[in-house]
């Protein structure tokens, strides 16, 4: 799917296996941390194995990139932690649930916090030998995978659109449907409001596929929607939607133009860590606005930004960025603190409510709401017990170890990579598809970055798959009588 340049390629590899030896020399006077991260740096190798077979051996099979996208979250979240630091492990990347300015989490006092604050080197072996058990899992299922159901071949061109004049159509329909939704329409429909994301990353892949494949000199005001509707949840207090959506809408350029601009993709990584910088200052100063419009927004921005120059907190900002990055792994810190020495297993307690995620909240009027991060905060006493708003997030492979142990994370992470594999190959997309390309990127979008529990990242996968496929199917209705054949034949 990418034509990537192999210098550029063998560059972000060895990036990735050397950068943590170059920590070593820190810890050659203690063995146990030695060996620690000979551990760490033999899981980032382990976890690069999918990512060269990708990039390398897999471009003629146009297979979505969930899987090497999910090995470099892993890595960033969960390993590089370790290779940061100055005259201590965790000391200024990530300190086990403290940093040195007693930062700690949301309602969890500066005392309480040193319950796992002590760099105890044992602990920290520890949860590196569970990540390497995790790892090995995943790779194990991977290469299971590729064994077992590399035939598979599911034809899905009947959502394809040849027509580029249907999708400027489709396109025009999206951008109304979405703008008005942002910007003129503000009440709460549930399927109209829930649907807004999908159809933003839809609506992006579309821009771009008629960017890349119009010639004219205005083809670049389609990158405008795009833009305003990230400007829009950036002034609004949100960074995560408009940090996907944003190398979402680069990733598929690379895709469809088959380049990789190195260049724009750093500058997009700053810019997007510089608007990260500000976000906290600014929701508490939305905080203080009740119904502000969007110029009172921007204002409110602007003074955000002043507030943190003048107060000169960049440095502790860029440190929270950093530490937010961790945030797995500060959670599996605490989680492996706690459980089962202190908190007994969940025993599946948190994947009750997957079931009901399928069925859609106008089905089913008294749907229950999914509090499993709020429940989990206070259950490790990150959040205060009088807190029923805030949730602690609880990434996918802490939470297979909340609820199992690991038995869990062996089983769990196993079972994920066959799932991602499969995901990958029903969503492979052809050299001059459009929109099973979008389709395949938005979904590796969405489940590769692990961050909240099971429910939550896979849970209406389906309907927004089944969303996102209603406009196409009305578009290609004689396609689509034709499906069942189609199928049959291959």
Known sequence: ????????????????????????????????????????????????????????????????????????????????????????????????????????????????????????????????????????????????SRKMFSSININLDFLEIEELKKIKILLIFLIIVILAKKFIYTGYIPIYTQSIIPLSYLMSGLCIYVLTRESSKLRFILLLPILIIIIKDIIDGYISFPVLLSFFSLTLYCVFKKKFPILFIFILFILMNIAHLFKYEHRKNLQSYQNSS????????????????????????????????????????????????????????????????????????????????????????????????????????????????????????????????????IFKSSKNSNILTIFSIYISFKLFFLESHLSMVFGNLIQNIALLSIPIIVLNYKKFKNVKSIISIR
């Open 1 to 144: 799917m990418f034509n990537i340049k192999q210098n550029i390629f063998i560059l972000f590899i060895s990036f990735l296996i050397i950068f943590l030896p170059l920590q070593l020399f820190v810890f050659l006077d203690n063995t146990l941390l030695f060996s620690t991260f000979i551990k760490a740096e033999i899981i980032v190798i382990l976890m690069c194995i999918p990512i060269i077979y990708y990039f390398r051996f897999s471009n003629s099979k146009y297979e979505a990139p969930l899987i090497p996208l999910f090995c470099i979250y892993f890595i960033i979240s969960f390993i590089f932690p370790f290779g940061f630091f100055e005259e201590e492990i965790f000391n200024t990347y990530v300190k086990l649930c403290m940093n040195k300015d007693n930062i700690v989490p949301s309602g969890l006092s500066v005392l309480e916090a040193k319950f796992c604050n002590y760099k105890d080197d044992l602990f920290i072996d520890d949860i590196v030998n569970k990540l390497l058990i995790t790892s090995i899992s995943f790779l194990i299922g991977y290469l299971v």
């Open 294 to 425: 969007n110029s009172e927004k921007f204002s409110i921005y602007k003074n955000s930004i002043n507030s943190i120059i003048s107060q000169n907190s960049f440095k502790n900002n860029i440190q929270n960025n950093l530490q937010r990055i961790s945030h797995p792994l500060n959670s599996f810190a605490i989680i492996k603190k706690r459980t089962p020495a202190e908190i007994p297993f969940w025993n599946g307690y948190s994947y009750k409510l997957l079931v009901s995620k399928v069925i859609p909240r106008i089905l089913w009027k008294d749907k229950p709401s999914d509090t499993i991060g709020n429940q989990v905060g206070k259950r490790y006493r990150v959040l205060n017990p009088s807190d029923n708003k805030t949730s602690w997030n609880l990434p996918v492979i802490n939470e297979f170890y909340v609820n199992f142990g690991n038995t869990g994370l062996i089983i769990g992470t196993f079972l994920l990579s066959i799932f991602m594999y499969l995901i990958s190959v």
